[in-house]
């Protein structure tokens, strides 16, 4: 069936560097693409989204990269901080306004 | 900045017995969600609402659960009689609107069926 999933479960990082967190989709007919954040004990937080007609969108210290072509997103995080270690996960809306959400990717920023 | 409250944060039930999970969604929102998490899983789509009723549901949202608007602020989500496989985080979530929309998510209600 359709899915959304995460490649890496885990990403270690040291601060300061830049973090890529991937997403592949199945669903062609996704046009909305999300990345919430999830700190511990938290409800996940909206970072960043990007629509199926845009290859790229940047915010502060985050860009996400949608290539449609082999149906995969990516999360840049520029610069990584201890305070940005969470889960990750990617969400796509497509046929049905309601997002779905891949499994997560833990990324551990060390100091 | 406005945010999606709910309560309690934790709930421990048994087996068997019904509970209500409370949600004040944002005030100008129409759409309103319920996720849940069982622990190290993804979020999954349990129910959204609107105009006081259900809009689209998934298989996970059987006949134990209902949800309801009881007033202009509240939205809760009842369990009749709940299951050990209840037990889970439970997010509530609204949106201004539904496509392409971003939702913004409470904090959970962490359920425990003993």
């Known amino acids: 069936g359709e899915s959304v999933g995460l490649h890496l479960p885990t990403l270690s990082v040291q601060e300061g560097d830049n973090s890529i967190i991937n997403c592949a989709y199945s669903n062609s007919a996704s046009d909305y693409f999300i990345w919430y954040k999830q700190e511990s004990g938290k409800g996940p937080q909206f970072i960043i989204d990007?629509?199926?007609?845009?290859d790229k969108r940047q915010g502060q210290r985050v860009t996400v990269l949608l290539n449609k072509t082999v149906k995969h997103l990516s999360l840049q995080i520029a610069a990584t901080q201890p305070g940005d270690s969470a889960v990750y996960f990617c969400?796509?809306?497509?046929?049905?306004?309601?997002?779905?959400f891949g499994r997560g990717t833990s990324l551990i920023v060390h100091p | 900045e406005p945010e999606v409250t709910q309560t309690p944060s934790h709930q421990v039930t048994q087996m068997g017995q019904e509970v209500i999970l409370r949600c004040v969604p944002i005030s100008n929102h129409l759409y309103f969600y319920w996720y849940r998490q069982i622990l190290g899983q993804k979020v999954e789509f349990l129910v959204s609402?609107?105009?006081?009723?259900?809009?689209?549901k998934s298989e996970i949202f059987d006949d134990q659960f209902s949800v309801e608007r009881p007033d202009g602020s509240n939205f809760t989500l009842k369990i009749r009689s709940t299951k050990l496989e209840d037990s889970a985080m439970y997010f509530c979530?609204?949106?201004?609107?539904?496509?392409?929309?971003?939702?913004?998510f409470g904090s959970g209600t962490q359920l425990s069926v003993l």
């Open positions: 969400a796509e809306t497509g046929g049905s306004y309601i997002p779905t």
């Open positions: 990007i629509r199926s007609n845009m």
């Open positions: 609402f609107y105009n006081n009723e259900i809009s689209e």
């Open positions: 979530a609204s949106s201004r609107r539904d496509v392409n929309e971003k939702l913004f």
